[in-house]
């Protein structure tokens, strides 16, 4: 069964950085795509990040290009988001997700993705 659990969220000043944890088992995720997403409170749960497994391939919503980096540890089976210079607007739920992959396509649309962690909040302060 897989599994998906998430750390490093917590309460940071505007321009400041968190780094997000997501340790994976219950698979051998090579041939896995890797995704992040956040939900702030009333509003739709939205990409922000994918990489893939095997190739090492990314992909960032719009607004944290720049300031988000996906990355991930095949040693640990861990995937991290790295979040610098941190907005107010920045501030929802994180979920880690998986999903197997199919080719080259890089899914970010959150019906496309198989598996969900529980969540870590992050909540950045003006």
């Known amino acids: 069964q897989v599994q998906l659990v998430e750390s490093g969220g917590g309460l940071v000043q505007a321009g400041g950085s968190l780094r997000l944890s997501c340790a994976a088992s219950?698979?051998?995720?090579?041939?896995?795509?890797m995704g992040w997403f956040r939900q702030a409170p009333g509003k739709e749960r939205e990409f922000v990040a994918a990489?893939?497994?095997?190739?090492?391939?990314?992909y960032y919503e719009d607004s944290v290009k720049g300031r988000f980096t996906i990355s991930r540890d095949n040693a640990n089976i861990t995937v991290y988001l790295q979040m610098n210079s941190l907005k107010p607007e920045d501030t929802a739920v994180y979920y880690c997700a998986a999903v197997p992959a199919h080719g080259v396509y890089m899914p970010r649309r959150r019906h496309e993705f198989d598996y969900w962690g529980q969540g870590t909040q992050v909540t950045v302060s003006s």
């Open positions: 990489t893939s497994w095997s190739s090492g391939d990314v």
């Open positions: 219950g698979r051998t995720f090579i041939s896995y795509v």
